[in-house]
């Protein structure tokens, strides 16, 4: 029990540190230099307003020295990097996998913000995540070349579709998005990347319909597809077997 309460409060740290990246990294600033700061008032921040999830709680999301209302989305990166930590090692032990998996959400949820803010996707942050994604992938499963070849199939897959669609829709999605998907499908096998495929899809999809429904969006805004990747492979990670087993198994009956 120890153990995932220190677990969560290290996994919410790294992700006080993906929202310095996903603020920082697109303005060209340091990740390191200076230390965290107010976006507002440009004040430093001290250790005890730096203490993930808490000390949004502590201050009722206000900055302490200016009053800035402090996006929900800090605490929420900070709250879910904690859990998808505890989820890692509760799934693989203290182990490589456990290790990947939280590397993996760290890379999407940095390159799936910094889309969404901006439009924007950075090069050099999401080929740094695929090299990794390999890198870990030859590490952990070895170099027998059945798997592999499906290993490759999966990542020609989801960068092939990805750039199918973006000729084909004349623009709909950009360059980024294959590249986003490439970098999700390093961390996937075969099956696991063809239903993060899919599920992005889905996901946006209905979250299209629902803001041109909202009124939110026009038939003619663009929607950055990169966070539905994201999500795509996020939701794959977490119970891509299961739905594969269901889906499986309602077609066997
Ligand atoms: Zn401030």
């Known amino acids: 029990m120890i153990l995932y309460v220190l677990l969560f409060f290290l996994g919410a ?5 993906l929202n310095v990246c996903i603020y920082r990294l697109p303005k060209g600033i340091s990740v390191v230099f200076p230390p965290s700061f107010c976006p507002n008032c440009k004040k430093s921040l001290r250790w005890y307003d730096l203490v993930p999830v ?3 709680a502590v201050l009722r999301g206000r ?7 402090i996006p929900a989305r800090y605490p929420l990166i900070e ?3 904690g859990l998808w930590a505890v989820f890692s090692v509760y799934n693989y032990g203290l182990s490589l996998t456990a290790l990947e998996s939280f590397v993996f959400f760290c890379f999407v949820v940095v390159v799936s913000f910094i889309d969404m803010d901006s ?9 740094l995540g695929s090299g990794v994604g390999v890198l870990f992938h030859l590490v952990l499963n070895g170099f027998s070349l059945g798997p ?38 390093s961390f996937l096998d075969f099956k696991l990347t063809v239903l993060m495929l899919f599920l992005s899809f889905v996901v946006g ?6 803001l041109l429904l909202m009124k939110r969006k ?36």
């Open 218 to 253: 026009g038939r003619k805004d663009a929607l950055p597809f990169g966070p539905f990747l994201g999500v795509g492979g996020m939701l794959a990670y977490l119970c891509g077997n299961f739905i594969i087993r269901w889906y499986v198994n309602f077609f066997s009956l």
């Open 79 to 81: 709250l879910f990097s």
């Open 54 to 56: 808490v000390s949004y």
């Open 205 to 210: 999809g209905i979250v299209g319909v629902l």
């Open 148 to 185: 592999l070849m499906w290993y490759l199939a999966g990542l020609g897959i989801a960068w092939g579709i990805i750039g199918l669609i973006r000729i084909v829709s004349r623009g709909g999605m950009g360059d980024g998005d294959s590249y986003i998907a490439l970098m999700v499908a």
């Open 119 to 127: 439009m924007v996707v950075m090069d050099r942050v999401v080929f």
């Open 63 to 69: 900055c302490r020295y200016c009053g800035w209302r």
């Open 13 to 17: 740290s790294v992700g006080s540190f």
